[in-house]
């Protein structure tokens, strides 16, 4: 097996069929899901989903129509075309994950910061991969994918909000290599337009001694500038835009549900901790992101203006 050391730089609130009120813990189904979508991203073309959904199910199996032309099984008189993953994935620790209550949104306070067991930041574990069949297209499409995972991704609930952030152990890499090694996922010119990857610049000590969030208001002590934590409080301190803004924060509710198509994580650079902001724009997914840029700057969220500077549209 081939084998790579991850660490969580935030709280991962990954958790088993228990839901909210189980312990965290790492799940393989979890890290495979997340490998899923990176394949998505990184296979993204022109005849979306086809061709695309044809590699991740070559890569990571499931059932689908019989067009993708995969193994017929019967069962029961219906007819189900279904492939195996060509992955096997396992991790391990050197010793038991430490775990605490961690605010899932940590820019509130009380019941509102939504508390939840998750796995401890500043941890490291290791996971390993092996190809059950000799592939060079599989081996090819799988690496891309978890690549993209370790240098986009997170895991677990909110990770799209900076928690869960995983990194490589002891890697502190320059802004432009990091960038340099996200171009090369796709030959190494230039992302994709469905793309967009931004390095966030750091608050100043004036604008974080302006940043007056409910948590900080009710007793947060000092902090540095690239304190995990207040990057993690910029990051889900947003607005429920709902479908205003073409859904661009994402929403939930009673009346339907949209992944946030802006997903934040944390990245540990030479010149300490910073966000990343990630802009997936398949198929028109980002909304109208402008719109939404303007209305957290209208109210003064650090975010809005961090984005607006990054030009993230």
């Not at 909110?158 to 952030?165: E, I, K, P």
């Not at 990091?178 to 030959?187: A, E, I, T």
């Not at 190494?188 to 940043?211: F, H, I, S, W």
């Not at 028109?284 to 961090?306: H, Y």
Request: glycine content about 10%; hydrophobic content about 35%; overall charge positive.
């Amino acid at each position: 097996m081939s084998t790579q050391t991850l660490e969580l730089l935030s709280p991962c609130f990954c958790g088993g069929a228990n839901g909210k009120e189980g312990d965290a813990e790492l799940r393989i189904p979890s890290i495979r899901g997340q490998l899923r979508y990176w394949l998505r991203i990184v296979c993204h073309d022109k005849d979306y989903p086809n061709t695309t959904t044809k590699k991740e199910h070559a890569v990571f199996g499931g059932i689908r129509g019989r067009a993708l032309g995969f193994h017929v099984s019967a069962k029961g008189g219906a007819v189900v075309d279904s492939v195996a993953s060509r992955v096997a994935l396992e991790t391990s620790v050197m010793s038991p994950l430490g775990k605490e209550s961690y605010p899932m949104c940590p820019h509130k306070t009380g019941t509102d910061a939504a508390p939840r067991n998750g796995l401890s930041p500043d941890q490291s574990f290791h996971l390993s991969w092996q190809l059950l069949l000799d592939d060079a297209a599989v081996k090819s499409d799988f690496l891309c994918a978890l690549k993209a995972w370790v240098l986009l991704g997170g895991l677990g609930a909110r990770s799209n909000r900076a928690a869960g952030s995983i990194w490589r152990k002891n890697w502190k890499p320059t802004e432009a290599d990091f960038l340099k090694l996200v171009k090369s996922l796709w030959g190494g010119n230039a992302l994709p337009d469905y793309l967009r990857v931004k390095v966030l610049r750091l608050l100043t000590q004036e604008e974080l001694d302006n940043y007056k969030p409910e948590s900080k208001r009710s007793g947060w002590g000092s902090t540095s500038c690239d304190d995990p934590m207040l990057l993690r409080t910029i990051a889900t301190d947003t607005l429920q835009l709902g479908n205003d803004c073409g859904g661009a924060l994402g929403f939930g509710g009673p009346n339907g549900r949209k992944a946030s198509p802006l997903k934040l994580k944390i990245g540990h650079f030479s010149d300490g901790h910073r966000l990343i902001a990630v802009l997936d724009k398949r198929n028109n997914r980002d909304g109208d992101i402008a719109c939404a840029v303007k209305r957290l700057q209208a109210v003064n969220k650090p975010l809005g203006l961090l984005l607006a500077e990054a030009k993230i549209g």
